[in-house]
Structures are given as structure tokens and as C-alpha cells.
């Protein structure tokens, strides 16, 4: 490790904090500025995250009290249809976790403008070609065996998020952007403000307008947008003066080993994403779907509204373990993970314990039928393992990203959750007729639980000086001269 005044690096933190954690400190000093630098990341990504969390969950529950096939619609076209692109777009877009987290480290900051930029070709690219799931959405549905009544409402409910997810494409590169740099307080007051704006928008649309389904789906687009719009003037308007010098033609280059590296965190995170997608899917196929559809929907609901905590671990870490392996430090890199790992487990327990608490309280958030209720009381106990077993997991995740795992890890997804848990899944629910409970549990066991000990041990075995010479090779590798001229 090298010295705390060395002058060619840069602090992590604008704070006054010792940027070096030697090993002569004693280890709760050591555990105190690491948690500093921890939080000064997760603690507005918590913020920010439930915030845009919580209008999917504010659309839910105003489609929810219109009627049973309205909330299970929503559910269906937000969870699967949505949630299938979703998981793509935002993988892809976590590539700008690696490159814009390591070159922020070695203090490339020229090169994290340009990587945005290249980072939205590509998924406006993308958002393209996945245009042909909302489109279709009620043939597709009904082909996977969903009810007609709930395929045809979902079907028209996704024509009305294709703007939504455009808006995938240009607000997931801007929050990573800022959010490798730091600068995540912004992220978090912008979220705040929108939420706010689209509680009112839902009430106006759905209600006051009379508009219905339609009505929460459009609140949920002017929504998204509006945060992207204005975290994007705060980038151009003198808020990244280090890192954003304007629009570059040299976005356009090296846009195919771009796109390669892109498809990559796709697919590691994606397939994580799809996996309880497909559980949604699964239970379409059950006795009284609609039932089944609206208790596990509320439980994902809990389970997502819960899951932007660890998300936000996950995105703490990726740039803590990206900063400190572009900066060479190895060491550090390792501890940081071990600070975030152990936190995120210990909040993940308290939410855990409080779901079992409240087992018969919590769905009244998004239904006051008495059969959903009862059915979500019955699986309430695996939503609880499943917000623990979730606390430890994206933050394994996180460190793939930050040391740019991700094409290893994809492998590691692809064969725990679905040559797994997905075929545990169908064997328990549908084979041995335990329907959803043994459905959920067999997914869990099978497949979450198997990836996260997975990553536990390879995480545990990582050589991080060797990782950390990597990342200085691959910060080099992706950097480039300042361009001669820009808009």
C-alpha cells in the first residue's frame, strides 16, 4: 500500500477522512472510516432507490384498489414485461460500474463522460430491438399461460410503458455516471422531489381524471423521465465540471468492444433479475392463478420495495471495490467488501424478523380482499428468507462488477438458477402439487441460495493484489486521449 500523502492520489471522499486503511490501525478504526466511506455511498442509493422503488409500489396500489384483475395486470405487465427489459437494460448499463468506477479511481476522469455517451447509443440500440415484448405482450402472455382477461388488460398497459422504457436507456448510464463519481446526495434529493410529484400524478390521473389503469401506467412514465431530465441538466449545467465537457463524436468509437462488455453485465445481471420474473410467470399456470398472481405480487412488491437496500450495497460496493482496485489498492478493496457484506446481512436480518411480525399486516398496503390476504400470511415466512438470503447476495454481486467479473459470474447465474432452482422450482410446485409455497422454496433453495455460496467462496479466494494490477491494466486498456474537439 502506499503512502496517505502520496500526491497523485485523489481522496474517495470529500471529507476529511484517512484514505488509507494500514494495517497498523486498529480494526474499529479501521471498520469506522471504511463504514464512512461505505455510507457516503449507500446512504442516499438507499434513499434514492426506495424512493423510485416506491412509485412502482404507489402504481401498483392505486391499479390495486380499481379491482383484482386490474392489480394483477399491472403486476404482470410491470413485473414481466417491464421487468424482463428492465433487467437487461440495467445490467448493460452497469458495465459504467466497472469502467467509470476503476478510471474515477486512477483519476481518468476525462473518459467517464465519453463512457456515458457510448453507454446510451448502445441501449437506445437495445430498447429498439426489445420494442416486440410490449407490442406483443397479450400473445406472449397468453402463450405462457397467463388468463385471458389478465394477458388482454396487461397487453394494453404495456403499449403504455414503451415510453417508460426508453427512459431505461437514458437513466440508468446518468445515475451510474454520478454515482462512480460520488455524487449520489443529487441522485437522491432528484427522487425525492419526483416522488412526491407522482403520488399527485397518480391521484389526478387515475382518480380525478377517471383514466384507470392507463392513467397510473402514464404517472409512471412522466415520472421516470422527469428524474432523467433533471439529473441530466444538473450534469450539463456546470454540476460535473471534472468529468462531463460536453457531447464527443469519440462516443462513437470503440462502440463494439463497448457493446461486448455491455452484453456481458447484461447477462450477469439479468438473469438474476428474470429469475423471480419467472416465478410470476410459473404461478399463471396454478389453480386460481388470479389469487396466487395477486398474494405473490405483494410479497415481490415487499420483497423489491426491501431489496433497494441491499441494491444500494450493491452499487456501494461495486464503486468502492472499482475505485480501490483502479487505484491499486488491493487490500483495501477486500476489506470494503467484508464492511458491506456484514452490514447489509445485519439489515437484511431486522427486515427479516419484522416480515414475521407483521405477516397478516403488510398486504393491506396494496389489497383489502380477504383471500389475498390470507394467502399472502401463508407464504409470508419465504418472503422473510428470501429479504435475508437477498441482503448477502447483490453485494457478492456488487463485487463482480467492481472487479469486473462479470462474465464469469454470468456462467455462475446461468447454472444456479436455471439448470437449478428453476427445474427444483417446477418439481416441488407442479410435480409434487405443493403449488406456490413449494414453487418459491424450491426456487430459493435451488437457485439463490447455490449462487450466493457460490460467490461467497470465490470472493473468499480472490487473489486482490492480482486484482487489483487487472484493473490498472483494463483502465488503460478502455482509456483514451481527450478528444480535439467537442460540442
Known amino acids: 500500500m502506499g503512502s496517505v500523502n502520496d500526491e497523485n492520489r485523489q481522496p474517495l471522499l470529500s471529507e476529511n477522512i484517512i484514505e488509507e486503511t494500514d494495517d497498523d490501525q486498529d480494526l ?73 468506477g476503476q478510471a474515477y479511481g486512477a483519476k481518468k476522469h476525462q473518459m467517464l463522460g465519453i463512457y456515458m455517451q457510448r453507454s446510451w447509443i448502445v441501449l437506445i440500440l437495445c430498447c429498439f430491438l426489445l420494442l416486440p415484448f410490449y407490442i406483443f405482450a397479450t400473445p406472449i402472455l ?36 454520478l454515482q462512480s463519481q460520488l455524487k449520489t446526495a443529487v441522485i437522491a434529493w432528484v427522487s425525492l422531489a419526483v416522488l412526491a410529484i407522482h403520488t399527485v400524478l397518480s391521484w389526478l390521473f387515475v382518480y380525478k381524471l377517471d383514466f384507470g389503469i392507463v392513467g397510473a401506467a402514464v404517472a409512471l412514465d412522466v415520472s421516470w423521465w422527469l428524474v432523467f431530465i433533471v439529473l441530466f441538466c444538473y450534469t450539463t449545467c456546470g454540476g460535473c465540471p471534472d468529468t462531463w465537457s460536453g457531447f464527443s463524436i469519440q462516443a ?39 389469487l396466487a398472481l395477486d398474494a ?75 383471500d389475498v390476504l390470507k394467502a399472502v400470511k401463508k407464504i409470508s415466512y419465504l418472503l422473510a428468507f428470501t429479504i435475508l438470503l437477498n441482503s448477502v447476495q447483490p453485494v457478492l454481486s456488487g463485487v463482480a462488477v467492481g472487479s469486473g467479473w462479470q462474465s464469469k459470474v454470468a456462467y455462475i447465474n446461468l447454472g444456479s438458477y436455471y439448470l437449478v432452482g428453476v427445474p427444483l422450482g417446477i418439481l416441488m410446485g407442479m410435480v409434487l402439487h405443493t403449488g406456490l409455497e413449494g414453487m418459491w422454496a424450491g426456487m430459493i433453495f435451488g437457485g439463490t441460495a447455490l449462487q450466493t455460496i457460490i460467490l461467497a467462496f470465490i470472493t473468499y479466494r480472490c487473489d486482490w493484489e492480482k486484482e487489483a494490477k487487472k484493473a490498472t491494466m483494463h483502465v488503460e486498456k478502455w482509456s483514451e486521449p481527450p478528444p480535439v474537439s467537442q460540442s
Open 28 to 100: 474499529k478504526t479501521r471498520v469506522w472510516i471504511e463504514t464512512k466511506k461505505l455510507w457516503h455511498i449507500a446512504g442516499p442509493a438507499i434513499f434514492s432507490r426506495i424512493a423510485t422503488y416506491t412509485m412502482n409500489v404507489i402504481t401498483q396500489g392505486f391499479a390495486g384498489h380499481l379491482g383484482e384483475v386490474e392489480l394483477a395486470a399491472i403486476s404482470i405487465s410491470n413485473t414481466v414485461i417491464v421487468g424482463l427489459n428492465f433487467g437487461l437494460l440495467l445490467g448493460m448499463a452497469s458495465a459504467l460500474e466497472t469502467l467509470c
Open 142 to 177: 397468453k402463450a405462457l399461460g397467463q388468463p385471458n382477461d389478465v394477458a388482454e388488460l396487461s397487453g394494453l398497459v404495456s403499449l403504455w410503458f414503451i415510453p417508460l422504457h426508453f427512459s431505461f436507456a437514458f437513466q440508468f448510464p446518468i445515475q451510474r455516471f
Open 252 to 290: 462513437f468509437t470503440g462502440l463494439w468492444e463497448f457493446f461486448r462488455l455491455s452484453v456481458s453485465s447484461g447477462v450477469m445481471l439479468c438473469l438474476e433479475n428474470w429469475y423471480y420474473r419467472i416465478l410470476m410467470l410459473m404461478t399463471g399456470y396454478l389453480q386460481n392463478a388470479t
Open 296 to 370: 405473490l405480487s405483494i410479497c415481490m412488491n415487499i420483497n423489491g420495495w426491501e431489496m433497494m437496500i441491499p441494491l444500494a450495497f450493491f452499487a456501494a460496493t461495486g464503486v468502492r471495490v472499482a475505485n480501490e482496485l483502479g487505484a491499486g489498492r488491493g487490500k483495501a478493496a477486500k476489506f470494503a467488501t467484508a464492511v458491506s457484506v456484514v452490514q447489509s446481512t445485519m439489515i437484511g436480518l431486522v427486515f427479516c424478523v419484522l416480515i414475521m411480525i407483521y405477516q397478516d399486516k403488510f398486504a393491506l398496503i396494496f389489497s383489502s380482499s380477504f
